[in-house]
């Protein structure tokens, strides 16, 4: 079995695969911007950090292929071929058994799709962050290949995909319900006879083009606000079954609360109303994790802070949408073999001094 890496826009084998149609061409990336930090030894910093994006980044748009398989999402074979993009990965194919590699030799239910098909989602495709960054936007550099002719084209989702998924599509590309193919990863094996494959919109880690931020900005509601004053803190009271232990957590919450800030439970509103919220905002506070990312919906200048730990998406939202990006690391300790939790140990004085710095930042 060999692999093709399809991030680059370029045809690197002779598998079925088209020439890449390029949406937009290849472009040098935005920042890296200074941000503040507090930290462990040396207190408040305002430098660039060391997690830099990638100066160059590959071009976005699709490749047409004749007879991809599918066995899950992020899992797509040509022929003899598995095919990866940045997002997915070399070592994410490896893990597929050898059954799925070819659709003739698997015991798996078959299902043959005979319509030209978009099949764009992939690992974790049910977790919200995941298809802010990776999946919705490629759906977008498809319509803005097909235009008109993206109506007329099918999507593979797993059946269990989450209703939000559905409404998101709807929301940002006009998708009807009826033109999505359902399938069970579990157990049936797909084979598209026509597949539009779509690039992801960054390269290597997380570095953003420039169509993300379009494609986003072109979401946002027409806001006349002159100067925006909310101040958001995304919550993540109700997630006590993960692996974040942050025992200030309410202090927090309750001290935020007093400067007034609004706490949001994203998961609990609707997708207009989260796009709403978030492009209205002057800043918005929250721990480190994928609920943060909706800050892709707020305007240049916003004040973006997290605690416990930066990532390098949401430092890569905050070059791309011009953010001003406040971190709180201090006393935070990352998983390790022995312990899969994160612990975010900030103390009460150290989130005064958070929130103090977030609330002098605001224009």
């Keep these: 079995m060999r692999f ?74 040509l022929n003899t071929h598995l095919a990866f993009d940045c997002a997915t990965g070399q070592d994410n194919q490896r893990s597929i058994p050898h059954e799925d590699d070819y659709f003739s030799q698997s015991s798996r239910n078959k299902i043959v799709i005979e319509e030209t098909v978009i099949v764009a989602d992939g690992v974790s495709f049910d977790i919200w962050g995941h298809w802010l960054i990776d999946y919705l936007p490629r759906f977008g550099v498809v319509k803005a290949l097909k235009g008109e002719q993206f109506s007329e084209l099918k999507i593979l989702l797993p059946h269990s995909s989450p209703e939000w998924i559905y409404r998101f599509l709807a929301l940002a590309c006009g998708v009807k319900r009826d033109n999505i193919i359902g399938y069970n990863p579990g157990s049936d094996i797909i084979l598209c006879k026509e597949a539009i494959l779509p690039s992801y919109c960054y390269t290597e880690e997380f570095s953003f083009h420039s169509f993300v931020r379009d494609f986003y900005n072109s979401l946002k509601p027409n806001i006349s606000i002159e100067k925006k004053s909310r101040k958001i803190l ?33 998961e609990k509103l609707s997708l207009e109303e989260q796009i709403q919220i978030f492009s209205e905002a002057a800043a918005v506070i929250g721990e480190h994790g994928s609920g943060m990312h909706s800050t892709l919906f707020s305007s ?5 802070g997290c605690l416990g730990f930066w990532n390098s998406v949401q430092l890569n939202i905050g070059y791309l949408m011009g953010h001003q990006n406040v971190y709180l690391t201090k006393s ?12 975010v140990g900030c103390t009460e004085d150290d989130l005064r001094s958070f929130l103090d710095k977030i609330d002098a930042l605001i224009p």
């Excluded at 993540?236 to 957590?249: E, V």
């Excluded at 240049?300 to 973006?304: A, E």
């Design 4 to 77: 093709s890496d399809l991030s680059r826009g370029t045809k690197t084998a002779d598998c079925g695969i088209s020439e890449f149609q390029e949406c937009r061409p290849a472009e040098k990336s935005v920042g890296p911007f200074n941000i503040w930090e507090l930290t462990d030894h040396r207190g408040w910093v305002y430098e660039y950090h060391w997690k830099r994006p990638a100066e160059d980044l590959n071009p976005v748009g699709f490749y047409t292929v004749k007879d991809l398989i599918v066995t899950r999402p992020g899992s797509t074979t």
């Design 234 to 266: 995304v919550s993540r009271s109700d997630f006590s079954h993960s692996n974040r232990a942050f025992p200030n957590r309410a202090a927090f919450e309750t001290m935020a609360a007093e400067r007034g800030y609004e706490i949001i439970q994203p």
């Design 332 to 343: 935070c300790q990352w998983p390790t073999p022995e312990k899969n939790e994160f612990q």
């Design 300 to 304: 240049p200048g916003t004040v973006v």
